[in-house]
């Protein structure tokens, strides 16, 4: 080729059999081969020589015409700049490859492109950025050889390609120590590809075989159509085939197994365009509410359920067209806003309203007395059911605030009725060992052991007591009271008894005679010592002897008319008892009472004391 003709061009066809033959034998001479590094190197120099010089012949044969007419130009020397700007690119598209000669058909082109204008010095802005990508695309380069070293095919390409886009960004200065590099790195990315065809060959069969047979297999439309993708991603991920066959093979039956999924994409195509409508509908139905919407009397309630549902509804319908929904999806959501704009508004109201609501609560927790900050927080609870529409996410968080403090308030209570429970558990105990200190005491037994016990029961905490234990107590109250009254009553009968006997002989001593008789006395009708007995013997219910019958009658006749003429008819028997005693040791007379009278005196009195 080195000595070719100027003036005859090689043949196309035999150049593109040369460099496949060769490309061939070299593969199947390496594949079961380790070859060296610098062999390898020498190959893919020698390669690239071949293939810059069978590209740049191709490139000539399909521009010959354009050529030629460049060739006229230059002879008659009318070159116009649109001409010499032409040659420029032909040349730089064509790149003729240096130790080969240059056709006789080129050389014009090539002598019109180096005529340039003399360039206009670079700035020092210019000059840097050159440098800083000269620096990058070194970078990049050497990525790139590691990568092809590596066999990394996929990075290889990616990296390639970021220098070729670095290459053009430079100018021809920067450019030119990287050409040489970037030729002979053209040709390493040829050969990987190659070489790594035919590891990938028998996966991309494999991958024909699968998809060929997914096309005989009656698959949910869906799933089928995801399983061709990921079939397509595989093919892809191997770099894609050179060859043609094995190319079309696979096209082919990726159609054939999509072939069922062609109807019921295009029904999801008319279930996309209804579902467009409804959307449409449901734009229609906000802009109309939006319209006649009175924001100062409107059930927001009822508005921020026509807000949930519009966005419920427009979910449901779904699938659609994303090109088509684009606009129908910006006016709903701008829909939306104005309808949230005024729900907000009124949420945020709300939520300022509920959140004094828990300021009072909080500030209830230490109120005293208790009940009333009970009452007021049963009240905030009723304050807060009236309140309207809030964001749930502000109405969770401020609810459980507000729960709180109430829970806190209500715990005051528990805590109270816990310690009333303790304290009626303690003063019931207190009481129960009380009671059985006190039941042993009797009727009968000295009136300072009955009045101790009774003494103890009264100290009692009665108020804390349970009522059944209260019941108890008040009981035995009665009795221990009832007990020493009837003591201190047998004690003052004892006494009366002594003084009755004392008169009979006289008058007793003014120091022995109740300080209170006198009164007693002067309340009681005057009357002998005879009637006195009988008085006495009818309150005792002790029959009078037959001799005193009829007087008896008598005064009981006058009793009975006294009784029902006086405003108190339920005299108490012992204060009866204690006047006529009183009128008995008092009374006044020029002879004392006989000792019968006495005696007739002392068994009533005694009668009235074993009762």
Not at 93 to 117: C, D, T, Y
Not at 168 to 180: E, G, N, T, V, Y
Not at 512 to 530: F, I, M, R, S, T
Request: net charge negative; glycine share 4%; hydrophobic share 40%.
């Amino acid at each position: 080729m080195r000595g070719q003709s100027p003036d005859t061009l090689p043949s196309l066809a035999s150049l593109d059999a040369l460099q496949k033959t060769q490309e061939n034998r070299w593969l199947e001479a390496t594949r079961d081969t380790q070859v060296d590094k610098q062999q390898q190197k020498t190959y893919e120099a020698t390669m690239l020589a071949l293939r810059n010089y069978v590209s740049a012949i191709r490139q000539i044969g399909q521009a010959r015409e354009v050529l030629t007419e460049l060739a006229d130009a230059a002879a008659s020397e009318t070159v116009s700049d649109e001409q010499r700007a032409q040659a420029k690119a032909l040349s730089q598209e064509i790149n003729w490859p240096e130790g080969f000669p240059m056709p006789s058909l080129l050389v014009p082109a090539h002598k019109l492109a180096g005529q340039r204008k003399q360039a206009a010095p670079a700035k020092a802005e210019d000059l840097e950025k050159q440098k800083t990508i000269a620096a990058d695309m070194d970078t990049t380069i050497a990525n790139l050889e590691e990568a092809l070293e590596a066999k990394q095919l996929k990075e290889s390409r990616q990296l390639f390609k970021t220098a070729q886009q670095q290459f053009k960004s430079l100018d021809h200065r920067h450019a030119k120590p990287f050409q040489a590099r970037m030729q002979l790195l053209t040709g390493q990315l040829r050969e990987l590809s190659d070489w790594l065809g035919f590891a990938t060959e028998p996966k991309q069969i494999a991958l024909c075989e699968q998809m060929e047979h997914l096309a005989e297999q009656p698959i949910e439309p869906e799933a089928k159509a995801e399983r061709i993708k990921e079939l397509q991603n595989e093919w892809r991920n191997l770099g894609g085939s050179s060859d043609r066959e094995l190319w079309s093979r696979f096209k082919a039956a990726s159609d054939k197994a999509y072939e069922p999924c062609k109807e019921y994409f295009s029904a999801k195509s008319g279930l996309k365009r209804a579902n467009l409508d409804t959307r449409r509908a449901i734009c229609a139905e906000l802009e109309s509410f939006l319209a006649n919407a009175d924001w100062s009397n409107i059930d927001w309630k009822a508005a921020e359920k026509i807000h949930l549902t519009a966005r419920q509804e427009w979910k449901a319908a779904w699938p659609v067209e994303f090109r088509e929904n684009r606009q129908v999806q910006k006016h709903f959501d701008t829909l939306l806003k104005k309808l949230e704009a005024p729900l907000d508004e009124e949420r945020q109201k709300n939520e300022a309203l509920k959140q004094a609501i828990v300021d009072k609560a909080v500030a209830l927790i230490d109120h005293e007395p208790l009940q009333d900050a009970m009452n007021q927080a049963k009240n905030l609870q009723s304050d807060w059911k009236a309140i309207g529409i809030t964001r749930h996410r502000e109405d969770r968080k401020l609810w459980q605030a507000f729960r709180k403090a109430c829970d806190q308030i209500f715990a005051r209570r528990d805590a109270q009725r816990s310690e009333q429970q303790q304290a009626s558990q303690a003063a019931d105990d207190a009481a129960v060992a009380a009671l059985q200190e006190t039941q042993g005491i009797q009727r009968g037994q000295d009136v300072s052991a009955l009045t101790e016990a009774l003494s103890t029961l009264n100290n009692l905490q009665i108020p804390a007591l349970s009522s059944d234990v209260k019941e108890r107590v008040q009981e035995e109250k009665r009795r221990l009271k009832k007990a020493v009254a009837d003591q201190q009553m047998l004690q003052d009968i004892s006494t009366w008894q002594s003084l009755v006997l004392a008169r009979t002989n006289g008058q007793p001593e003014p120091e022995q005679v109740p300080k209170h008789w006198p009164n007693l006395a002067a309340e009681q009708q005057a009357c002998d010592h005879g009637e006195l007995v009988i008085r006495a013997e009818i309150l005792g219910g002790v029959d009078s002897p037959a001799s005193d019958r009829q007087r008896r009658m008598e005064i009981q006749v006058q009793r009975l008319a006294e009784g029902m003429g006086s405003s108190e008819q339920n005299t108490d028997q012992m204060v009866e008892l204690e006047k006529l005693v009183a009128n008995w040791c008092l009374k006044s007379s020029g002879q004392a009472p006989d000792q019968a009278l006495a005696k007739r005196l002392n068994n009533a009195l005694a009668a009235v004391a074993s009762d």
